[in-house]
């Protein structure tokens, strides 16, 4: 792992640059993925899997090799199981409007879920969504997950969980989920906005049915995202985009369908996405997805033992980064955090996030509207910024009392 390397092939870490820890929201995107983007503009800016011409076909070549390599990331069995999306919150949306809900289904997520894996599935008329607690240490509780499974019974239909939270970086036991949402006839979606960019994930393994990641959060361009799952997970699905591109066959008074992913993607695709997620998938198969996880942990360890004592913080989540991949979510009692993330930006040149991070039922619960300040790291940050950040902590909590 050479962050300095990786550092050097991104443009907007040249020269007087930030130190970057909002990695969390959106990562910072290589020269390959931007000359990607500009390629497809430049040299063939046309449309894919219908156009015959030469552009077209390059252009549906491209395409398909970003399914492929999205494909081969993540586990699945091949580029048909993967449809593209805008983000993560497009893909839950396409599973839970898609879906074919019965009243009293019951969709389990947990207390901690962002905004994007609650809402969509509170939208569905009858359908009753029960939430598993954290346990006091802020862990996933497998055994609260199993007991409301259970409670559910034949009435489980869903169990949407996210893998990595972006609150605090805290991971659920994919696996042993999936287990137990079979066990009862139900489906597992795992939000793993913040997995897949930070760590192995391989669906086949986990067994999940359906993984949704946003492909912004993996050095790859904005508006685009993914849903991976089956051929036969996807037939089950109503199409939220029918139209153009999702049909074999249509009349004025009928149409049928396309199998699988095909009635999943309707209309003119993100081609200069397609360009940039490929290009994107490249540059982390050149690194090592074990070794960037390794490397965050060793950025929040040095935040976190930076921190931790200073007065009024405390982190959310376990005590051990190991535990929190490269999130460092910190409440502040009688400090501000949105005034101390613009005094890191002004004074040091630090990206922090404050706020909520649309974990908001979280924040709610807990009695701390006020929000947490966020370093969230990735493959490119250094072992210097994470000390260079917690001086410049020390010198904020030392020029600004609590109140
Ligand atoms: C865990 C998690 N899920 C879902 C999302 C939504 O991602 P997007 O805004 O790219 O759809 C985010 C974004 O921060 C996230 O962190």
Same mark, same amino acid.
């Given at each position: 792992m050479d962050p300095k390397n990786i550092r050097s092939q991104i443009p907007s870490l040249q020269g007087d640059s930030p130190i970057y820890l909002d990695n969390a929201c959106v990562t910072l995107r290589p020269q390959s993925v931007i000359d990607a983007v500009t390629r497809y503009y430049e040299q063939e800016p046309s449309c894919g !899997? @219908?156009?015959?011409?030469r552009w077209g076909m390059a252009v549906t070549r491209t395409e398909h090799a970003a399914r492929d390599g999205i494909a081969r990331l993540v586990g699945a069995q091949g580029p048909d199981e993967v449809v593209f999306t805008r983000n993560a919150t497009h893909s839950i949306n396409a599973v839970a409007h898609g879906t074919k809900w019965e009243k009293g289904d019951v969709v389990v997520i947990t207390d901690k879920e962002h905004n994007s894996n609650s809402i969509p599935w509170r939208m569905q008329d009858g359908v009753d969504v029960r939430v598993s607690r954290t346990d006091e240490d802020g862990r996933f509780d497998l055994e609260d997950f199993e007991a409301i499974c259970a409670d559910a019974g034949d009435s489980l239909r869903m169990a949407a969980i996210g893998h990595t939270r972006n609150l605090d970086g805290t991971s659920t036991p994919a696996k042993e989920c999936a287990k137990i949402a079979h066990d009862h006839g139900a489906q597992i979606l795992l939000d793993a906005a913040q997995s897949v960019p930070h760590q192995v994930v391989d669906m086949q393994e986990i067994e999940a049915d359906f993984l949704v990641f946003s492909i912004h959060k993996m050095m790859g361009p904005s508006g685009m995202g993914a849903l991976v799952a089956s051929e036969e997970a996807f037939n089950g699905l109503r199409s939220i985009a029918a139209g153009g591109q999702t049909v074999s066959r249509s009349t004025i008074d009928d149409f049928v369908f396309k199998p699988g992913r095909g009635h999943l993607? #309707? !209309? &003119? #695709?993100h081609y200069a996405g397609y360009y940039g997620t490929a290009a994107a998938v490249d540059f982390l198969n050149d690194l090592s997805m074990e070794k960037i996880h390794e490397h965050e942990v060793k950025i929040n360890r040095i935040i976190s033992e930076g921190v @931790? %004592? &200073?007065?009024g913080t405390s982190i959310i !989540?376990? %005590?051990?980064p190991s535990e929190r991949g490269g999130i460092t979510s910190i409440l502040l009692e009688g400090r501000d955090p949105h005034q101390i993330a613009i005094m890191l930006d002004e004074g040091f040149g630090i990206y922090a996030r404050s706020g909520l991070h649309c974990v908001d039922p979280w924040f709610h619960a807990n009695d701390a509207l006020n929000g947490s300040l966020r370093f969230s790291a990735y493959a490119y940050n250094t072992i210097e910024e994470a000390k260079q950040t917690v001086d410049a902590m020390d010198e904020l909590f030392t020029a600004i009392p609590r109140t």
């Amino acid at each position: 792992m050479d962050p300095k390397n990786i550092r050097s092939q991104i443009p907007s870490l040249q020269g007087d640059s930030p130190i970057y820890l909002d990695n969390a929201c959106v990562t910072l995107r290589p020269q390959s993925v931007i000359d990607a983007v500009t390629r497809y503009y430049e040299q063939e800016p046309s449309c894919g !899997g @219908r156009s015959a011409h030469r552009w077209g076909m390059a252009v549906t070549r491209t395409e398909h090799a970003a399914r492929d390599g999205i494909a081969r990331l993540v586990g699945a069995q091949g580029p048909d199981e993967v449809v593209f999306t805008r983000n993560a919150t497009h893909s839950i949306n396409a599973v839970a409007h898609g879906t074919k809900w019965e009243k009293g289904d019951v969709v389990v997520i947990t207390d901690k879920e962002h905004n994007s894996n609650s809402i969509p599935w509170r939208m569905q008329d009858g359908v009753d969504v029960r939430v598993s607690r954290t346990d006091e240490d802020g862990r996933f509780d497998l055994e609260d997950f199993e007991a409301i499974c259970a409670d559910a019974g034949d009435s489980l239909r869903m169990a949407a969980i996210g893998h990595t939270r972006n609150l605090d970086g805290t991971s659920t036991p994919a696996k042993e989920c999936a287990k137990i949402a079979h066990d009862h006839g139900a489906q597992i979606l795992l939000d793993a906005a913040q997995s897949v960019p930070h760590q192995v994930v391989d669906m086949q393994e986990i067994e999940a049915d359906f993984l949704v990641f946003s492909i912004h959060k993996m050095m790859g361009p904005s508006g685009m995202g993914a849903l991976v799952a089956s051929e036969e997970a996807f037939n089950g699905l109503r199409s939220i985009a029918a139209g153009g591109q999702t049909v074999s066959r249509s009349t004025i008074d009928d149409f049928v369908f396309k199998p699988g992913r095909g009635h999943l993607e #309707g !209309g &003119l #695709g993100h081609y200069a996405g397609y360009y940039g997620t490929a290009a994107a998938v490249d540059f982390l198969n050149d690194l090592s997805m074990e070794k960037i996880h390794e490397h965050e942990v060793k950025i929040n360890r040095i935040i976190s033992e930076g921190v @931790r %004592d &200073l007065d009024g913080t405390s982190i959310i !989540g376990p %005590d051990n980064p190991s535990e929190r991949g490269g999130i460092t979510s910190i409440l502040l009692e009688g400090r501000d955090p949105h005034q101390i993330a613009i005094m890191l930006d002004e004074g040091f040149g630090i990206y922090a996030r404050s706020g909520l991070h649309c974990v908001d039922p979280w924040f709610h619960a807990n009695d701390a509207l006020n929000g947490s300040l966020r370093f969230s790291a990735y493959a490119y940050n250094t072992i210097e910024e994470a000390k260079q950040t917690v001086d410049a902590m020390d010198e904020l909590f030392t020029a600004i009392p609590r109140t």
